[in-house]
């Protein structure tokens, strides 16, 4: 079977397959914000993490929106490496088995690390989308499509996994994705949309696997 007609996974990144290890341009940023961390991040998703590069055009609308100054915008900080959670590599083993992996992820320019991320999660996941490079930031709908139409599936067969409520699990389901939320430990946000949408909740992505092999396996039927 070609990979192009596989069924097609997305995962997100940070907080899903690992996390960084130290804080990068977006999390130094909400730092800064009186914003605060929250809404300083919903504010970047679609200023910052859909730049291909910083300007000084980018820093100045940036630093607005944030409310700083374009003197506080920080430059030259290093890419921190993404750690790997515990069984995170097994997981996709077994996802890659029986579908075609890539990420989904919102990140800056200036994170965006794609050979470290192939050289580390290869042979595995097939390729990255991050948003700095797409265009798109989840929840935009866009970011799901532009995964589905780069490999000719429609967006209701794709399988998204993610932690954020917001980002992956609204997104998604704005989308037409099917999704499964990884919940740590935390209550779901919003039972209704959990209902309506069809999400299915796991503790980590080694409990998820089995959820996406379910939807797999139900659209096979």
Request: charged residues 20%; aromatic residues 4%; hydrophobic residues 45%.
């Amino acid at each position: 079977m070609s990979e192009s007609v596989r069924p097609l996974v997305s995962l997100d990144i940070g907080g899903t397959l690992g996390t960084a290890h130290g804080p990068g341009l977006a999390a130094r940023l909400a730092a800064i914000s009186p914003l605060g961390p929250k809404q300083a991040r919903r504010v970047m998703r679609d200023v910052l993490h859909t730049a291909p590069e910083i300007t000084e055009d980018v820093i100045k609308k940036v630093s607005a929106a944030l409310g700083i100054e374009p003197t506080d915008f920080p430059t030259d900080l290093p890419v921190p490496p993404l750690i790997l959670f515990p069984g995170v590599v097994e997981a996709l083993q077994q996802l890659s088995d029986w579908a075609t992996v890539v990420t989904l992820s919102n990140v800056t320019c200036t994170e965006a690390d794609p050979d470290r991320l192939l050289a580390l999660l290869s042979p595995w996941v097939s390729a990255h989308f991050p948003s700095c490079r797409i265009g798109f930031a989840k929840p935009d709908c866009r970011a799901f499509w532009t995964i589905a139409d780069s490999y000719q599936v429609p967006a209701a067969t794709v399988v998204h996994v993610g932690d954020d409520w917001e980002c992956d699990i609204r997104g998604a389901a704005a989308a037409g994705v099917a999704a499964v939320w990884l919940s740590h430990g935390r209550t779901v946000p919003d039972e209704h949309v959990l209902v309506e949408h069809d999400v299915l909740v796991a503790h980590d992505l080694t409990d998820a696997v089995q959820h996406v092999r379910h939807l797999l396996d139900a659209r096979n039927k």
